[in-house]
């Protein structure tokens, strides 16, 4: 995949994110022509964004920092959104592709996955218990446990790729990541429902 030049020196999109991307390029080549939709939560300034038109995807960027939006490429449609707030103010809105990396915010995590239409997937990365020994963040709220992805995304989605360890580059980091896709027919709060209660009856 050949991206346009980074004019405003925001960094190189993430190698697994991309490498993700090109898995599933046959996919919605296969769509006949329908440009699948993609959302780039937290997307800063806007450099999976760019991936993702490269990729063919109709791309909407969302964070809360306008400056960073300002930054996003054209072609995307960007939107300033409080993703921390009491509401989760994208929940009547569904994508082809959700795409999340170096954010997390717990109390919306369901309905974030929520947001990936059947069928749809969700490629998420960031940073994990033991990068305080790396640097920046080390909160751990803002640090996924041990296979927290694979325990949040199992009841709803078929898990097609799933790492964490230490990144090399573009500095050295502990992360996790996974690539999901979303079971056809299952909404995401039943199926932790059921997942919890089969937890429950097998202790």
Aim: one cysteine or more; charged letters at 20%.
């Amino acid at each position: 995949m050949t991206l346009p030049l980074n004019a405003h020196g925001l960094g190189e999109p993430s190698v697994w994110v991309l490498n993700c991307l090109d898995g599933l390029s046959d996919e919605h080549t296969a769509r006949g022509g329908v440009m699948p939709k993609a959302l780039d939560l937290a997307c800063g300034g806007g450099r999976h964004s760019r991936a993702l038109l490269a990729a063919g995807y109709e791309v909407l960027a969302v964070d809360k920092d306008t400056t960073a939006l300002a930054q996003c490429p054209e072609g995307a449609q960007t939107q300033m959104l409080d993703l921390e707030g009491s509401v989760w103010p994208l929940s009547d809105c569904r994508f082809d592709l959700v795409l999340v990396t170096h954010y997390l915010w717990r109390p919306h995590f369901l309905a974030l996955l929520d947001c990936v239409a059947p069928g749809g997937y969700l490629l998420y990365e960031t940073f994990m218990v033991g990068n305080e020994a790396f640097g920046s963040p080390k909160n751990p709220a803002f640090l996924l446990r041990s296979e927290e992805l694979l325990d949040l995304c199992r009841p709803g989605f078929e898990v097609l790729r799933f790492e964490q360890g230490v990144r090399k580059n573009p500095g050295p980091a502990l992360v996790q990541r996974i690539l999901a896709q979303r079971k056809p027919s299952l909404a995401i709060q039943s199926a932790h429902v059921v997942s919890a209660r089969n937890g429950k009856e097998k202790s």
